[in-house]
């Protein structure tokens, strides 16, 4: 059998795909909000693409005190790196949405466009993969994380042994993870 090219749909996944097939147990008023989620979060990704791009340019956003310009206005006064990736392993990586490490500080920005509460954990990793990564000692340098959502910043000067306590269960369980992957 010829099968049918569908060649613009490489790279691409349906709402109402195969593989993620709970939608066919929803009710409209489920799928109407699933697809609000689905939507939102394709959002979020076409607005951290903007900011990147923004900062990659270094054109500063209208000030204001809304979510998006803050970020950005921020990243680039900072003079951070967007959508940087830190590596321990492939088990082990993540991409920060903005980051900079200069003078003895590391800034760890995150751009958050939803109404999820937000957990600074993630920072927490980023700044320990960080210092896995570039073979930084937490407590030789400052650290600043900050969340930005909702029109609001919150910032944490993480202590320097937490971060270091996030290093060693990261190469814990690498290593744990790399056994149970030979003894696959």
């Excluded at 697809?35 to 903007?50: C, I, K, P, V, Y």
């Excluded at 600074?120 to 990793?125: A, C, D």
Aim: aromatic share 10%; with cysteine.
């Amino acid at each position: 059998m010829n099968f049918n090219k569908h060649s613009n749909l490489e790279g691409k996944h349906a709402f109402l795909s195969a593989s993620k097939y709970h939608w066919i147990n929803y009710d409209e008023e489920k799928l109407a909000v699933a697809f609000q989620n689905f939507m939102a979060a394709q959002r979020g990704t076409e607005l951290h693409e903007h900011a990147k791009r923004c900062i990659q340019l270094g054109t500063k956003l209208m000030k204001s005190k809304k979510t998006l310009n803050m970020f950005v206005n921020d990243a680039i006064g900072y003079r951070m790196t967007p959508e940087q990736p830190l590596y321990y392993s492939n088990n082990c990586f993540g991409t920060a949405d903005a980051i900079c490490f200069r003078d003895g500080v590391l800034r760890i920005h995150d751009l958050k466009t939803g109404v999820t509460p937000t957990h600074m954990e993630q920072l927490y990793i980023y700044a320990a993969l960080f210092c896995l990564e570039y073979d930084v000692k937490p407590e030789t340098i400052q650290i600043e994380l900050r969340i930005y959502q909702s029109d609001d910043i919150i910032v944490e000067i993480p202590d320097p042994e937490v971060v270091k306590a996030i290093m060693a269960k990261i190469v814990e369980f690498d290593a744990c993870l790399c056994r149970m992957q030979e003894g696959a």
